[in-house]
């Protein structure tokens, strides 16, 4: 027996020793507390996740940020800027006091490092066409791709070579890219012709600036290839150097981040949070559960299948109190605030405060593949634009959002979200008109010959049965592609059939052009119609539906060119309508929403401007009782 | 003393074989590491990951693959380390080294809890079963553990949390940090293990107190309980060390679904998020870890069955 007792000893000893070595009880429980997905990077040039763009917010001061109300650039590390006579140069003066976290000051050099490094394709960073608007940048991006084939074709592939070969690459920044740095506060960047939006790029995360000293203790020059490469380790706690209004105290893998206030920082973003805790929950069920009891404060993209029950109790206690809660808002008060000050909801009626459905930037669609051919080298009928639009025709929207996601999204019949930018007036897009889309798809010479139901065409070949592509994990989008095809089903007499797939080989589908109809969907970036018309672009990277239309490419081209903002907006619209009532390359189906559970009589801080550029920095918890004043 | 250096020896060649098979069934899984969801990078971007990541040529990769990892590069002094399992390729900020001495630590203090909790509890359901036979006690845990054998981990583990971290709220849910946070993945993970190890100790029981030194220890006066006790016991628990080996392994490198519901930070979760992201490094880190940590475990049961069975002979089985 006495070998069990050993064994069992052991077993203990060895137990508690890794609980004491992995757990660390030194520190107090952060603040506020949120769940999100994964983090992918906190390299500010490299990242394109929201949650990372979200956490860098917090970390990295770029020239501008966005406004937490309206969503306009406002002043940063930049106080203020001037541009030339013809809207081709700009200058940004930086604020003198601006400083990292390691006591060295912000300067205008640190952003033309950083946007450097942002051009080079060594970087690989998703983001780097946000820079081709700059004179000689699509240039050098491409001179430097062309100068890392031939050295990798080439016989030397040594230190010295690879060194060189940097040399000259620095030496063809400066010659060819319109950034310069007359001294260490003052930046001025040349485009290439004026770009209207061009402040509100300079506020998005992937233009922050790098403290280069800090980054290069990790980059090498790799004399096989002549990349520079960059050890992961530089945006580790401790040795990430930030200059944003918090700084990185933690940061565990796929575990836990901390977040605390940068003691250096001087700027307008000044922190309210005393300290701010990634949690990353993949579980949408888990999440919830985190939740309530207690564990998060905020779960920042809700998920859970039955995330439409919790709005609609959210929903329901709101309905109770409308026109108290109107009141206040008519009085001045926030959304929070007013919500905050309500009568607390019943539980035993279903009731909740904490679930709030907010209407993101960006449009959920479905892409229609317009190759000639097929993948498996048969005919597209969805090459004809006819049958793209008796398909968008045919579908009611209404329905899928109140009956299928029941989230009562705003229905979209445009791809860019309606009434969200300034100066813009949206096309009107196709109606819901089951005869016109039969029509159409007569038309194109598809019609029920021998009445069975199904469409055929003259020489009496059925409707090859649709093939649409979604992808897996999501249960909304699955919903929706059933919803679709029982709808193309009934109106059009065509049969279609559901291929889900994860979501990194249904991309790998994409790009092949192995679909007829698959599941799209994209958030803009920037403030601009062509954030999300780019994507119809001949030849553009994110354009899955192959896409190609002259006319369209040239009001693109020629919009481009235009120097009257009211009359380029007039020729982005025009390009719109050809998308959304002519070609429809992809069919618009409604604008997205963003689901958060907090409850604003505890936490404070959260954005509702439909770019929902949240910013940690601005997180804090309130008083139950002080956030619930009597009317 | 000569079997167990024979065992190490072998390692090696074993693992060897172990990263290639792996290498070239990761290899062929379709897409491309570089690639995401969402927004997509120019295509030059994309060829120049695929270059710098080795990722154009199978021969290139493995060949660097094995120099990094055996160390040999660091010999040769291509590498700045021996012993790299490379630069995670869905993690732009984490090495694989730094994912596993991540991962591994909390899988592992949740898989020798969940095998301690395991031999409690089976421990004591299969003395009680097998000094019974065909007992109401003996039936009840029976079905207890064919139950516990049955239901997958993430009901045991949904029912849990609900009822003790949302209900009563006596355990924190999702995270790592404390203590607490690590009793409900380990009980989870332990109830099948539990239940495996009771119906092994039960029948080993069971069968031994046929045996005829058993007889005769009755016959010279012991009481079942004492014979039960003193003689049938050390071997009744053979089969299940032999279990245990295995058993640990699997249980320390991480229970996918348990981590996946308790929101465990561990290996498992690491290994399947690697997998449905083809990040080839890190598929081939866990298993090189997995890989290891099976051989050692099984070693040391071969070791531990002789001390408790003297007429295994390990000089000689090893020899075979």
């Known amino acids: ?175 060819m890219v319109g950034i310069r740095t007359p001294d260490p506060h003052t930046l001025v960047v040349e485009l290439q012709s004026p770009v209207p939006y061009w402040l509100d790029l300079c506020a998005f995360q992937t233009l922050a600036p790098i ?126 605030e007013a919500l905050a000050a309500l009568p607390a909801p019943d539980p035993a009626m279903g009731e909740r405060r904490d679930v709030h459905v907010l209407s993101a930037f960006g449009t959920d669609f479905w892409s229609f593949n317009c190759r000639p051919l097929l993948s498996n080298g048969q005919p597209n009928p969805f090459a004809n634009a006819r049958v793209r639009r008796a398909f968008a025709l045919a579908v009611d929207k209404v329905r899928l959002t109140t009956s299928v996601t029941r989230l009562n999204e705003r229905v979209a019949t445009t791809i860019v979200p309606r009434g969200s930018i ?107 119609p062509t954030t999300f018309l780019d994507l119809a672009k001949t030849g553009n990277g994110n354009n899955d539906r192959a896409f190609s239309n002259a006319r369209f490419d040239a009001l693109l081209e020629q919009a481009a060119a235009e120097l009257d903002a009211g009359k380029r907006m007039k020729i982005l619209s025009e390009a719109e309508r050809l998308l959304v009532e002519e070609e429809l390359p992809m069919l618009p189906l409604c604008q997205y929403v963003t689901l958060y559970m907090y409850d604003p009589a505890k936490m404070r801080g959260i954005s509702r401007s439909p770019r929902l550029d949240q910013r940690l920095s601005r997180l804090h918890r309130v008083d139950e009782q002080s956030a619930s004043p009597s009317p | 003393m000569g079997f167990i250096i024979r065992r ?83 993690n732009p900020d984490w090495t694989v080294n730094e994912i596993i001495g991540a991962g ?63 209900k009563f709220r006596i355990f924190p849910i999702a995270g790592w940090g404390t203590p607490a946070h690590a009793f409900l993945p380990m009980l989870t993970l332990s109830l099948p293990f539990a239940a495996y190890i009771a119906r092994l100790l039960r029948f080993g029981l069971v069968e031994q107190m046929t045996t005829d030194h058993l007889r005769t220890a009755r016959a010279k006066g012991l009481s079942r309980r004492q014979a039960a006790w003193r003689h049938a016991l050390k071997n009744a628990f053979l089969p299940v060390l032999s279990f245990l080996g295995p058993a640990t392994a699997v249980a320390m490198t991480g229970s996918f679904v348990v981590e996946k519901v308790f929101a465990v930070p561990g290996l498992g979760r690491h290994f399947v998020d690697a997998v449905l992201g083809k990040d080839i490094t890190l598929v081939m880190g866990v298993v090189l870890v997995y890989a290891v940590l099976l051989i050692v475990l099984n070693l040391v049961v071969d070791v531990l069955y002789a001390w408790i069975d003297p007429r295994i002979d390990l000089a000689n089985a090893g020899s075979r």
């Open chain 1, 422 to 528: 300034d100066g813009y007036v949206s096309p009107t897009g196709l109606p819901f008109d089951v005869s016109r889309a039969r029509e159409e798809m007569a038309s194109a010479g598809w019609i029920d010959r021998t009445g069975d139901g199904i469409v055929e065409n003259a020489a009496g070949e059925p409707f090859p049965t649709v093939d649409m592509l979604y992808m897996t994990g999501n249960p909304r989008v699955k919903n929706i592609a059933i919803a679709l095809a029982a709808m193309w089903r009934d109106a059009l007499g065509v049969q279609c059939e559901l291929r889900g797939k994860d979501g990194k080989f249904a991309k790998e589908d994409l790009r092949r052009g192995n679909f007829m109809i698959a599941r799209g969907g994209w958030y803009g970036d920037y403030a601009d």
């Open chain 2, 8 to 90: 190490l020896l072998q390692l090696p060649l074993v693992l060897f074989v172990v990263v290639a098979l792996t290498f070239s069934l990761v290899w062929l899984i379709p897409g491309n590491p570089m690639l995401q969801e969402g927004r997509q990078p120019p295509q030059e971007i994309v060829d120049a990951m695929n270059r710098q990541y080795q990722l154009d040529s199978p021969v290139t990769f493995f060949g660097g693959y094995v120099a990094r990892v055996t160390g040999i590069g660091w010999v040769m002094g291509w590498n700045d380390a021996p012993f790299d399992l490379g630069p995670s390729m869905r």
């Open chain 1, 1 to 175: 027996m006495r070998w069990i007792v050993a064994f069992f000893l052991i077993i203990a000893t060895i137990v508690l020793a890794r609980a004491l070595l992995t757990f660390d009880p030194s520190r107090l429980p952060a603040e506020i507390k949120f769940a999100s997905s994964d983090v992918f990077t906190l390299d500010p040039q490299r990242m394109s996740y929201m949650q990372d763009l979200r956490i860098s917010r917090s970390l990295f001061d770029g020239l501008c940020s966005h406004d937490s109300q309206t969503g306009l650039p406002t002043p940063a590390v930049a106080t203020s800027w001037e541009t030339s006579p013809d809207a081709k140069t700009w200058t940004f003066h930086l604020r003198p006091d601006a400083r990292w976290t390691n006591g060295d000051p912000v300067t205008s050099m640190d952003f033309r490092n950083a946007w450097r490094r942002l051009l080079l394709p060594d970087t690989a960073a998703d983001y780097s066409e946000l820079l081709f608007p700059i004179r000689g940048a699509p240039e050098f991006f491409a001179w430097r791709t062309n100068a890392l084939a031939q050295y990798a074709a080439g016989k030397n592939h040594d230190a010295e070579s690879a060194k060189m070969l940097w040399e000259s690459t620095l030496a063809a920044f400066d010659q």
């Open chain 2, 104 to 166: 591994f630590p909390i899988s592992a203090t949740i898989g020798l809890g969940a095998i301690a909790i395991a031999l409690i509890i089976g421990t004591i359901a299969g003395l009680v079963g097998g000094l019974r036979p065909g007992s109401w006690l003996d039936a009840g845990t029976q079905l207890i553990a064919l139950i516990g054998i049955s239901v997958p981990s993430f009901v045991t583990g949904s029912f849990l949390i609900v009822l003790f971290a949302a």
């Open chain 1, 211 to 336: 403290n280069q000293a800090s980054l290069d203790r990790f980059t090498k020059i790799d004399p096989i290839s002549g990349f520079l490469k960059s050890d992961p380790g530089w945006t580790k706690p401790g040795v990430l150097i930030t200059n944003g209004p918090m700084k990185l105290v933690d940061w565990k893998y796929k575990r836990s981040m901390r977040l605390e206030p940068n003691e250096l920082y001087i700027g307008p973003n000044t922190p309210l949070a005393k300290s701010v805790e990634v949690v990353p929950i993949e579980d949408a069920n888990t999440a919830v559960l985190a939740y309530e009891s207690g564990s998060v404060d905020w779960i920042s993209d809700l998920t859970a299948e039955f995330r439409a029950d919790l709005a609609e109790s959210s929903r329901k206690w709101l309905d109770r109190h409308r026109e108290e809660y109107d009141l206040r808002i008519d009085a001045g008060a926030s959304v929070d």
